[in-house]
């Protein structure tokens, strides 16, 4: 099955590509809106970057699966990614973490169709460990007993990653 | 938010909404230094730079003035690319300055932009900061709109374009050669040096690569001279100095400071001190990459050359009696890094802090380089069996010989990245490391030391 961007896609890949000296810059951009159109980067998602851009489908294999943001596979329409490095962890993380597996009944790297739950490495909010990103909202401070709250509020105010593409 | 202590220069207008759009950043002075710069001669600019002891406030503390003169004089095709991937485990200041001070950042890349004679520009800005990437491109655009970027300059005839361009999750982008690497669309691995960036850098142009907060201080160095900018600093470093401080204390923030306050007073004074009832155990000055101090090291000052040379801090070893050699004798203290400061207290499990580092750069090794590829996902599987009691016989000994043959032999420094934490915390907290092998219940002789 051979896919097509979207008319607004199209046009906002041909503006960036005047951005610069060849297409080959605006694959990361590419992959990224890809990923918001079609949901994961499938074969025939990399084969469409690919061709619109003119760049052998191998090289742009190698970008998509070098990327953590891109994933290969069906995922939930909103990624919760929950950091867990250091400032995180001596803040209490691994017991947030453990308490969104529990209320999503995931384990961390599983998705839904609601949501894709990823141990994260720092996101830089550090400050305010532990800290939790879904799109471009950060949830700070987080504590095991507010998660439920996170995930009522995100199941009633998206914030899927492909609104920032 | 910054408690008061101090000049604020960079962080003047955290928590100033108004000042986030490009009126409200033109009404509280914004964009003033950037007409003054333009008349003034490029090479101007470079100098009061150079005299302002500006350093690189990303990672390596490289003086910024001196970097802009490795830009062959009669280059025509230059780049500035503001390296806004910040990664480095406790570090959150960029993502605040760029949040709060988006104009700032962008007439500071204008104004260096002139005086390197760059015309095409970029933002590489990390693929997670999702919230951040659009606050850059409404400024971006605004600044389009009123003349600030675009093909004549407020009318001077300097063409200065400026585009946001969004990674997509790699650590190693933030080193530089792996950032334009990553943005001329291939895999971010990092390059062989020399050629540097600025001879030879994105699209084959030369290529000046600054930190955000960097170039956030180039407009007060242009409005209020070199001079007063170093005045500011202490020694070889001028300027304040913006600290993410982390973990075990009551007011963790991102503070400006003056540059040369002391870990302690940062802890004490300015954060509140240590959670009630605990002590300060290990505090990691500047990024998890970077060796730790210790409980009777907090008296040195958070500043670049204090944090290399200081002698009341002990110098990273191997193993117990040989001292690290970064090369040529130079002996590894630590490093003020990227200013995120993360402070953990008595109740802190050592080797499993350490393994968490480990997994991290473990994870984010590139693969390009053997000794990082294998011996970083090495010290991971050794130090998480040391944490978790299944420590084998001379594992201790072993995971500083794994990190002394990745130290130096990389093309990158995510090697050292993940070599000098480990050997700085067996040196600092072997006693915890031997009260965990005490604990192990692997029986000598059973694993063999060397197995992995």
Known sequence: MSLEFSADSQRKIADLCERYPSKKPVVLAALHLAQKEFGHLSDDALRLVASTLELPYPHVYGVATFYTMFRREPGGRQTLRVCTNVSCMLRGAYPVLESFERELGLERGESNAEFSLVEEECIAACANAPAVLCGTRYFLDVTPEGVREIVQYLKKHPHPEGEVA | MPTERGTKVVTARFGNEDARTIAGYEKSGGYQALRKALGMRPEDIVNEVKASNLRGRGGAGFHTGVKWTFVPKDATDVHLVCNCDESEPGTCKDRELVYWDPHLLIEGMIIAAFALKA?????????????????????????????????????????????????????????????????????????????????????????????????????????NGGKWFSDLGVGRSGGTRVVCVSGHVQRPGVYELPMGITFREIIDEVCGGALPGRTVKAVIPGGSSMPPLDADELDVPCEFDALQTDERIKVVQVRPGQDFDMGGGRKLRTMAGSGGIVVADDSTDIPMFVWRIMKFYAHESCGQCTPCREGVAWMEKVAKRVAYKKGHPGDLDLLGSIAHGIAGNTICALGEAAAWPMMGFLTKFRADFEARMAQSTVVAGAGGGRAA
């Open chain 2, 119 to 223: 015309r095409v520009n970029y933002i590489y800005i990390r693929g997670e900061m999702m919230r951040e990437v659009e606050v850059l491109r409404r400024a971006v655009e605004e600044a389009y709109q009123r003349g600030y970027l675009g093909d004549s300059v407020l009318g001077t005839g300097f063409a200065c374009h400026l585009t946001v361009h969004r990674g997509a999750g790699a650590y190693i982008c933030g080193e530089e050669t792996a950032l334009l690497n990553s943005l001329e669309g291939e895999r971010g691995q990092p390059r062989l040096k020399p050629p540097f960036p600025a001879v030879k850098g994105l699209f084959g142009n030369p290529t000046i690569v600054n930190n955000v907060e960097t170039l956030m201080n180039v407009p007060f160095i242009v409005q």
